[in-house]
């Protein structure tokens, strides 16, 4: 493959099955206002957490590709269900390993080295909680680290349609986290990137006695480390670009995307796929 060499003024390129990733690129819009993004949603796939790990690697490699075509300085998949499962088929495909990150390995990092809890609760789809990368993470990290896992499938397509902040949402979010398999955390990690939206019914639930972890943040900080350390922090002073594709126009992708960013982003369909 031919070498790349990345600039400071290339965009980085932020890609998940359809709104997720959105927490995660604006919490690196509200970090690092300076860098241009390219988000890619593969609304046509959406929900990721329901795919086999053959149909999640094809697609994640099609976007990278994607994304690196640009070119990307950074590629963030911003996913959990294509992090435990497309990570390394991605590595593999770019001029360069490092050119990627995952949204896992930062959260593990942070929990091991800034918080001091040790019966940590997550939630996540069938595709991250099935796959124990987790778990096998949180072993090796920090072997005194108990982990309970819970897969909520309906959470990702519910927020998907736009059902956020509102009664339907809250009933769905108290009825997963009462489960049993839950009880008695200090800390509760939101393994899947549609769920910041529902921080607030998470939260209601939680009344504050268990610490949320959003990813999204512990990410955007990953990313600025990562710039700052390879000298390619965007210099510009212009207001940066911002680009949004999704694989199937979706009005709910439109709405969701204009909440975070208001009403100038402008949506793009683009067809990946040869389906
Ligand atoms: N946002 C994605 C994640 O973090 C997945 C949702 C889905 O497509 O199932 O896992």
């Known amino acids: 493959m031919r070498k790349f060499k990345p600039k400071a003024s290339d965009p980085i390129g932020v890609f998940d099955s359809g709104v997720g990733g959105l927490t995660v690129a604006k919490a690196i819009h509200d ?29 994640s490699e099609r976007i990278a590709g994607f994304l690196m075509e640009q070119p990307c300085k950074l ?41 001091p809890f040790k019966r940590i609760g997550l939630i996540g789809t069938k595709r991250t909680v099935s796959s124990a990368v987790y778990k096998k993470k949180f072993e090796k990290a920090n072997p005194d680290i108990t982990l309970k896992s819970l897969a909520t499938p309906l959470l990702a397509p519910m927020v998907e349609e736009g059902f956020f902040n509102n009664k339907i949402s809250r009933t769905v979010v108290h009825s997963y986290l009462s489960n049993p398999h839950l009880n008695n955390i200090e800390a509760i990690i939101l393994a899947c990137t549609h769920y910041p939206l529902i921080i607030d019914e998470i939260s209601s639930y939680y009344k504050g006695k268990v610490k949320i972890i959003n990813s999204a943040e512990i990410v955007s900080q990953a990313v600025k480390t990562y710039l700052e350390e390879r000298h390619l922090l965007n210099p510009q002073t212009k207001p940066s670009k911002l680009r949004f594709f999704v694989s199937d126009y979706t009005e709910s992708f439109e709405e969701t995307a204009k909440i975070f960013f208001g009403g100038k982003i402008k949506l793009r369909e683009k067809n990946l796929f040869n389906e």
């Open 31 to 59: 970090l690092l206002p300076s860098e241009d993004l390219i988000y890619f949603g593969d609304t046509a796939h959406m929900p990721y957490g329901e795919k086999s790990p053959h149909a999640i690697k094809s697609y």
């Open 75 to 115: 590629i963030v998949i911003a996913c959990n269900s294509a992090s435990v499962t497309a990570f390394k088929q991605v590595q593999q495909i770019l001029p360069d390993k490092d050119l990627v990150i995952n949204v896992i390995d930062p959260v593990i990092e942070h929990m091991v080295k800034e918080q």
